[in-house]
């Protein structure tokens, strides 16, 4: 029997969006789409795309990124005292030390620190924030590796970081006392930030943090566009898409509900083989 021995097949989006459109009846066979389907049908699969990772469809969009730190800012303040940044921002009168209605948002009373003259609208830094950027949405698992508790790089020491709520580091009384970092949250905005506790001391700017984050799907802006992931999804993709599309094409309701029911059935097997595969044949009993 002939084999291909070819693994590459895949799909493009507009190769996606025809196909729904055929299963919708909206797309005759050997008929073009017109602009506006296609653009049409570009929004709703990216649309989509993002639905189905807020329903934690992810083990596949997993990156592993790592981050320097940075010493935090120190600036003298009006009263004689040094202050710490305790939360990067660009400056203005509100986060002054010592005269800023909100100052202790962004800066702490410290001692021994090397300073500057403290300047509206300049960008400070805290050690403690570290910004991912807005294409990650989550963190998974985390290390901190730390070079010089070792006699050489091959020999540093990583320590595993317990992954916190937002909301916990919020809520600990004293999340800017300095330490050797033990945990690390993730505040999910639109630019993630992650925060460590303790807050890493000054000195310790040779610590990189190692992370497996949880990154945005890429969206389908152009034609010939794959999609980021199993090509198995494509077949749901298909009809999902599809049942999205039977709304703005009047498909009658029957019709729509037997689409909707083969993109959660495909949907179904598509995501159980996202699960984790053992690859030791010893496993922990409570795993």
């Known amino acids: 029997m002939a084999k ?5 097949y895949n799909v493009t989006r507009n190769e996606i969006i025809f196909r729904a459109l055929r299963i919708t009846g909206a797309l005759s066979e050997g008929i073009s789409a017109t602009s506006a389907q296609v653009s049409n049908g570009a929004d709703a699969l990216n649309s989509l795309v993002k639905q189905l990772q807020t329903e934690g469809i992810r083990l596949w969009t997993y990156d592993w990124q790592t981050y320097n730190l940075s010493a935090s800012s120190a600036v003298d303040g009006t009263d004689g005292n ?10 203005d009168s509100t986060n ?4 800023g209605a909100d100052y202790s948002t962004y800066w702490i009373k410290d001692s021994g620190l090397t300073t500057s003259t403290w300047a509206t609208a300049t960008s400070y830094n805290s050690i403690n924030d570290i910004a991912i950027g807005s294409s990650y949405i989550g963190i998974d698992r985390a290390f901190l590796r730390d070079p010089s508790d070792g006699s050489s790089e091959s020999s ?3 320590t595993e ?12 009384p004293n999340k800017n006392t300095n330490g050797d970092p033990t945990a690390i949250a993730f505040d999910n905005q639109l630019t993630g930030t992650l925060y460590l506790y303790p807050e890493p001391y000054q000195a310790d700017t040779d610590m990189v943090i190692h992370a497996r984050v949880v990154k945005l799907h890429d969206d389908f802006d152009a034609s010939g566009d794959t999609p980021d992931f199993p090509v198995r999804w494509a ?13 703005e094409y009047g498909i009658p309701m029957q ?3 037997d689409i909707a029911r083969e993109f959660e059935r495909l949907k179904f097997f598509a995501r159980a083989d996202d699960t984790r595969k053992v690859t030791s044949e010893f496993v922990i009993g409570a795993y």
Request: with cysteine.
């Open 82 to 91: 040094q202050y710490r940044c305790i939360r990067s921002h660009t400056s």
């Open 255 to 257: 019709e729509r509900s």
């Open 156 to 158: 540093h020491d990583d």
């Open 4 to 8: 291909s021995g070819s693994f590459d």
């Open 235 to 247: 077949e749901c993709l298909t009809f999902g898409l599809a049942h999205r599309l039977s709304y």
């Open 161 to 172: 970081l317990d992954i916190i709520s937002f909301a916990d580091w919020f809520s600990l």
């Open 96 to 99: 002054k030390p010592v005269t």
